[in-house]
């Protein structure tokens, strides 16, 4: 294969222009920006962004960050990944197993981030019945960090929707931070500190 980028040869699924226009590393941010501090990921603020904490109740850790923006929701995870490899292959096959598992229906594309699976997912409605909901799912190897999204909303089938979506997901900015950490775990996450405080 002649045609492969660096990324594609290390065996890493991300966009050829990842390091100048996202998701970022925490090496290749703009310092001066004012990001929300989230540990694991810093999101850069937005008119009409709404952000959400999802905590698992055992446990009390932060799990997931829930943005809200342009009529959809982008769940996000950052994870640990080796130097050399990625993850966003292999995590894939395990969504498109699930989805499968649930009676759902899963295809996979060719996105502005790469490679990504759109799935009909069986949903339970408030009156009993089964509906369904379509949800895209993105993913993007960085170094030693692997950043998967989970599109609902307008921006599953609205082009316009899709392309604000797509951009809020490639102004994030993952700290992997120096220490080891096994591949898969989720980076940690915490509250962002109170705007003003030092």
């Known amino acids: 294969m002649t045609d492969a980028t660096p ?49 698992e109740e055992q446990s009390q850790r932060i ?68 509906g369904r909901r379509l949800a895209r799912f993105v993913g993007v190897d960085g170094p030693r960090w692997f950043l998967r999204g989970v599109v609902g909303g307008a921006a599953t089938s609205d082009v316009a929707a899709a392309a604000q979506v797509e951009d809020l997901f490639r102004s994030i900015v993952v700290v992997r931070g120096g220490s080891p950490m096994p591949p898969r775990d989720l980076i940690p996450l915490k509250m962002p500190s109170t705007p003003g405080a030092a």
């Open 63 to 130: 799990v997931a960050v829930g943005l809200d923006y342009a009529d959809s929701t982008l769940q996000v995870q950052p994870f640990a990944a080796p130097r050399s490899s990625g993850l966003w292959d292999e995590t894939r096959e395990q969504i498109r197993q699930q989805v499968r598992e649930q009676g759902g229906r899963v295809e996979e594309r060719d996105g502005p981030l790469g490679a990504e699976l759109l799935a009909e997912v069986p949903v339970a409605a408030p009156d009993g019945t089964t």
């Open 7 to 55: 990324a594609a040869a290390a065996g890493k699924s991300a966009p050829e222009d990842r390091a100048t226009a996202g998701p970022f590393d925490d090496s290749e941010a703009n310092p001066v920006q004012p990001f929300i501090d989230l540990g694991g990921i810093k999101i850069l603020p937005r008119a009409g962004l709404n952000l959400r904490l999802e905590v």
